[in-house]
C-alpha cells in the first residue's frame, strides 16, 4: 500500500486525523486546568526575567551546557512539592516517560503496567529491554497475580500506572500499590501529568499517605502547570542514574527559558493557592458534569478530578458529535482510537479555572441546542 491508499484505509475507518486552527470558538478540551496559560502574572514574570537574562533557549542539551540555575530553580521547587529528595526535568513530558522507562528497565527487570496507561509510557516500555506485564485497568487482584508468578525471575521490578488516568480521569488505588509493593520488593513510578495541581501536589498527598522511597514521580509542566516539559521526581541516587542513561535527556537541548520561568511561577501561585484551586476545580467539575447528565449522555460520577470523558462508542458518532457542538460554537476534540480502545471513543471535556460564566452559559445552550 502506498501512503495514500493507506490514508484512505484511515479515513474508512474514521481514523483520519487533522491539524486545525480552531478560531472564534470556545475550547473546553485542553489541559489548561488552572488557566496558568494565560495568566498575567506568569506572562508579566515571564518578560521579567527574559529582558534581564536576554536568552531563549537552552542552546545544548543539560550535559552540556544548557543547564541553568534557573533549571536547577525548577527542580529544587518540584522536589518540594513532591517532597523527594531530587528532581529532573525533561523538555517534554513525552520524552521524561520515553527516557525514564529505557532508562530504568534493564533486562532483569520488569514493568507491571496498568493497561490505561498513558501512550508515553507505553512507548518508553517498549524502547526499555525490561520485560512487561499488562495488568487489567486498576484490578489489584490481577496485579497481584502477576507479580505472584513472575517477581522472582526479575531483579527490579516496577509497578506503572497515571496517577490520574488520562481520558477515564478516574485514580489509581495507590494505598493498594504502596501495599502490593511492599510485598513483592517492588518499585511505584506514578504518572502525575494530571494530578500535580488538580488534586493539590499529587496523589499522595490526596490519599493523606506518605511518599515512600520506593516511588518514583513523573509529572508534565504541560497540564496544570501550564508551560511545557515534564519532570521525575525520586531519590537522589535514581535521579543521578536517570542523567546518566536517559537518551531523551542526554541527547536532547534543555527545556527553553521561557518555559522554565513560566513554570517557576506558575508553581508559586499553586503552592500559595493549592487547597483554593482544588475545591475551586471540583465545583466547576461538578457543575459541568451535571451539564452532561442533564442532556443524558453518559459519563462518569465522580468529580474529583477535572477530565470528564463523554462516552459515545463509535467513532463516527463521536465526531458527528464534535462537529455538531463545533457549529453551536464550542470546541471539544473527539478522541478516538488509538488513545482509547476501538468503538469506544469519547469527547474528551474538560474542567478549567479559565472558564467565565459566559463559557459555561455558552457551554450549557450548546448541549441544549443538540436537542433540536
Ligand atoms: C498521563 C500523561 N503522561 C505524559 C504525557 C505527555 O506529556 P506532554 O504532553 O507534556 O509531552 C501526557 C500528555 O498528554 C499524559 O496525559
Given amino acids: ?15 483520519y486525523r487533522k491539524r486545525e486552527t480552531i478560531e472564534n470558538k470556545r475550547i473546553f478540551c485542553s489541559n489548561d486546568y488552572l488557566g496558568m496559560s494565560k495568566n498575567k502574572e506568569v506572562i508579566e514574570y515571564v518578560i521579567e526575567k527574559l529582558r534581564k537574562t536576554n536568552t531563549i533557549g537552552a542552546t545544548a542539551s543539560s550535559l552540556v551546557n544548557g543547564y541553568t540555575k534557573y533549571h536547577k530553580e525548577l527542580e529544587f521547587m518540584l522536589s518540594k512539592l513532591k517532597s523527594k529528595e531530587d528532581c529532573i526535568v525533561f523538555p517534554s513530558g513525552y520524552s521524561t516517560n520515553i527516557g525514564l522507562f529505557q532508562a530504568l528497565g ?3 527487570d520488569a514493568f507491571y503496567s496498568d493497561e490505561l496507561n498513558h501512550a508515553s509510557i507505553i512507548d518508553g516500555i517498549r524502547l526499555s529491554k525490561a520485560s512487561k506485564y ?39 488505588r495507590l494505598k493498594e500499590l504502596i501495599d502490593i509493593s511492599k510485598e513483592f520488593e517492588a518499585y511505584i513510578v506514578i504518572d ?19 511518599p515512600e522511597e520506593n516511588i518514583i514521580i513523573m509529572g508534565t509542566l504541560s497540564k496544570a502547570i501550564g508551560s511545557q516539559g515534564g519532570f521525575v521526581c525520586a531519590k537522589r541516587s535514581i535521579v543521578e542514574y536517570i542523567v546518566n ?46 451539564i452532561i447528565k442533564e442532556f443524558n449522555f ?28 463545533l457549529e453551536n460554537g464550542i470546541f471539544i476534540q473527539a478522541i478516538r482510537y488509538p488513545t482509547v480502545p476501538k468503538n469506544k471513543a469519547i469527547l474528551r471535556l474538560t474542567a478549567s479555572l479559565s472558564y467565565s460564566s459566559e463559557d459555561l452559559e455558552i457551554l450549557y445552550e450548546a448541549f441544549k441546542s443538540l436537542k433540536n
Fill in 1 to 15: 500500500m502506498d501512503f495514500e491508499e493507506e490514508l484512505e484505509y484511515i479515513k474508512s475507518q474514521k481514523l
Fill in 245 to 290: 542513561k536517559a537518551r531523551s535527556y542526554i541527547f536532547s537541548t534543555a527545556l527553553g527559558l521561557p518555559m522554565v520561568f513560566a513554570s517557576i511561577k506558575a508553581l508559586e501561585l499553586i503552592e500559595e493557592n493549592l487547597d483554593k484551586y482544588k475545591d475551586e476545580l471540583k465545583k466547576r467539575t461538578k457543575y459541568m458534569l451535571d
Fill in 192 to 210: 502525575e501529568a494530571h494530578a500535580t495541581g488538580t488534586i493539590g501536589k499529587g496523589i499522595y498527598d490526596y490519599f493523606g499517605l506518605l
Fill in 134 to 172: 499488562i495488568y487489567q485497568h486498576n484490578n489489584i487482584n490481577h496485579l497481584f497475580e502477576l507479580l505472584k508468578s513472575s517477581r522472582q525471575k526479575h531483579r527490579r521490578a516496577y509497578i506503572v500506572s497515571d496517577s490520574v488516568f488520562s481520558m477515564e480521569g478516574d485514580l489509581t
Fill in 106 to 108: 534493564n533486562e532483569e
Fill in 298 to 325: 453518559q459519563t462518569k460520577e465522580d468529580f474529583t478530578t477535572p477530565i470528564i470523558p463523554i462516552k459515545v462508542g463509535e467513532e463516527d458518532k463521536a465526531l458527528k458529535l464534535r462537529d455538531k457542538l
